[in-house]
């Protein structure tokens, strides 16, 4: 069975941190660069951050110096560490390939910002 099961997400101040976790079903992991994406109310999903093989990470500008992307092949785990949280981060949040096409997505895991 394919899954994505994301968690971690919650409610947190301004200048907060998170850690996301997701643990995804070995036929999307093993083969694949892994990304976070977010969506937040009115806007179209948006990458995050990529893992790619070797270790190679890709972020977004809006998150540079704050977010870190990690994975765990043995866990079949991607993470997102998130520091100093900012409204504007305020969405859910995804995990998945790192680049299309993208048969489905998991339910994702809420992240709101308070200032």
């Known amino acids: 069975q394919v899954r994505l099961v994301e968690s971690g997400g919650g409610l947190v101040q301004a200048g907060g941190s998170l850690r996301l976790s997701c643990l995804a079903s070995?036929?999307?992991?093993?083969?694949?660069?892994m990304g976070w994406y977010r969506q937040a109310p009115g806007k179209q999903r948006e990458l995050v951050a990529r893992?790619?093989?070797?270790?190679?990470?890709n972020y977004a500008d809006s998150v540079k110096g704050r977010f870190t992307i990690s994975r765990d092949n043995a866990k079949n785990t991607a993470y997102l560490q998130m520091s100093n949280l900012k409204p504007e981060d305020t969405a859910v949040y995804y995990c998945?390939?790192?680049?299309?096409?993208?048969?489905?997505w998991g339910q994702g895991t809420q992240v709101t910002v308070s200032s």
């Open positions: 070995g036929s999307i992991f093993s083969v694949n660069p």
């Open positions: 893992i790619i093989g070797g270790g190679t990470t």
């Open positions: 998945n390939k790192g680049f299309p096409p993208f048969d489905f």
